[in-house]
């Protein structure tokens, strides 16, 4: 008899500890569908969904119909279908499986699309490669959270010719910008510029004074922190965004 209530008991306590683990990994599921939710609606519907995050160099582009499924409960969202997401979209490692309803973390900004980034070289040849520009071409594809056209790119900076610690906008060594050909360059935009006779695009603020037009350093001790310009030189695009290191 006792060996039979011990039998039991024993029983019981697997059984709830299974009973435990389901009900955590069915909140941990809906967590990940919550979040996928939040940036399904975000980009306007599955299809906008698929469309903005699937990877240029992913193995396979997301479903639409998929993530359809999903969001209405005809398929499950587990931590491998999480993983593969992620992947897919380019998101961090664990962004479903972190996110929660109750807790404090927020997600992040709205994605509006992803962008190459490339060498400043391709950057100064941007407007003739664009048409043959494979996905396998870009360093890396970057989500970039401001609307942009689709002909947008990222560069990474280098050098210190930007950067002033006294004011702002600075731009460290490493720092990303992205890069919009087709946003119209006014007095004080930030512009990638190509001279005459350079294979490499520069990254300086434009400077226009009546006719004559010049490319600006913000780091006030740079040697040459001013340029003049005539039509010899080719504005790759305006920077509408930075990313910065820390």
Known sequence: MCRS???????????YRQLLMTQSNK???????????????K????????KEYSRPDADKPIDPSYISQI?????SFGEKAAENMEKRAGLSPGYFSSFSENNNIELGPDIKGRVPLISHVQAGEWS?????????????????????SKKTFALRVRGE?????????????????????????????????????????????????GVKK??????????????????DVTICGVVIFKGEIL
Not at 28 to 40: E, H, P, S
């Open 5 to 15: 209530i011990a039998f039991v008991n024993l029983h019981s306590v697997t059984a």
């Open 27 to 41: 909140k941990l599921d809906a967590g990940r569908i919550a979040a996928l939710r939040v940036l399904v609606e």
């Open 43 to 50: 980009a306007g519907g599955p299809a906008q969904f698929a």
């Open 71 to 75: 969001l209405n409960g005809h398929r």
């Open 128 to 148: 003739e490669i664009i048409d043959n520009f494979a996905s396998g071409d870009a360093e890396q594809w970057l989500p970039c959270p401001i609307c942009h």
């Open 161 to 209: 010719s930007m950067y002033n610690p006294h004011s702002h906008p600075s731009f460290r060594d490493g720092d990303l910008i992205y890069v919009d050909p087709e946003k119209q360059p006014i007095n004080g935009s930030l512009v990638v510029a190509r001279l005459e006779n350079e294979k490499e695009a520069t990254f300086k603020k434009l400077i226009i004074d």
């Open 214 to 231: 010049y490319l600006r350093a913000l780091n006030p001790a740079w040697p040459e922190p001013i340029i003049q310009i005539n039509n």
